[in-house]
């Protein structure tokens, strides 16, 4: 069974510039989690979606975003990018009855 | 609002030492804690779980038990192997949001032959 699949796995993009990250779950998997981790804040849940709705999302601003689609894949966008979004980009898929996130390798973003 | 707070890192052993590495938690309700690993260059993996006061996890030789009165899931490893090395996370969530998780800052463990 594949695990969740993270591209790209590393990206380098100079500030005001936008990203978009692609998570595919694993399969079965209906809701999909996005996570921030950096050495300063450690990881941090940014959203969550379930059947192309966001369920949850977490204390970041505006200029992130998200989206499912209805093979359960999912897309993060950031905007105007600044030097404090150079972070590993986690995604986590969760089954469709109680147990555990199951996480992705990351997508590293570096900006510069 | 709900936080995790574990031991500083980093720690250092001998191969065959005694791991402990303390969590404490705050949280309203009754949260399910989990302890999560990270191998360099991986995502995270669950190590182990626990969903209710008195539940003991226990995965690969490391055990965890939820202490509801003094609000801790400490971590333990009775002899711990250089494969051992990686960053450990404390985290929580909250009943019926599962996909929430609020992780500790993480303990990087280093296991020396």
């Known amino acids: 069974k594949a695990g969740v699949t993270q591209t790209p796995r590393y990206l380098i993009k100079t500030r005001g510039q936008q990203v978009t990250l692609s998570c595919s779950p694993i399969?079965?998997?209906?809701?999909v989690s996005w996570y921030q981790q950096t050495p300063g804040q450690g990881l941090q849940f940014l959203f969550e979606?379930?059947?192309?709705?966001?369920?949850n999302k977490g204390n970041f601003p505006g200029r992130f975003s998200g989206r499912q689609f209805s093979n359960s894949r999912s897309e993060m966008n950031v905007s105007t990018l600044e030097l404090g979004d150079s972070a590993l980009y986690l995604c986590?898929?969760?089954?469709?009855?109680?147990?555990?996130?199951?996480f992705g390798e990351g997508s590293r973003l570096t900006v510069l | 609002g709900n936080s995790v707070t574990q031991m500083e890192g980093p720690v250092t052993l001998s191969e065959e030492a005694f791991l402990t590495i303390n969590c404490t938690y705050t949280?309203?309700?009754?949260?399910?804690l989990f302890w999560y690993v990270q191998y360099p260059g991986e995502g995270l993996q669950l190590l182990l779980k626990?969903?209710?006061?008195?539940d003991k996890g226990s995965n690969k030789g490391f055990e965890a038990t939820y202490r509801k009165e003094t609000t801790s899931f400490h971590l333990e490893k009775g002899s711990v192997q250089v494969s051992d090395s990686a960053v450990y996370f404390c985290?929580?969530?909250?009943?019926?949001?599962?996909?929430?998780?609020?992780f500790g800052q993480g303990t990087r463990l280093t296991i020396n032959p």
């Open positions: 986590a898929s969760h089954p469709p009855i109680d147990g555990e996130l199951f």
């Open positions: 399969s079965g998997h209906r809701s």
């Open positions: 979606y379930f059947s192309e709705t966001q369920r």
């Open positions: 949280a309203t309700g009754y949260p399910s």
């Open positions: 626990a969903t209710k006061a008195d």
């Open positions: 985290a929580l969530s909250e009943r019926q949001r599962a996909q929430k998780l609020v």
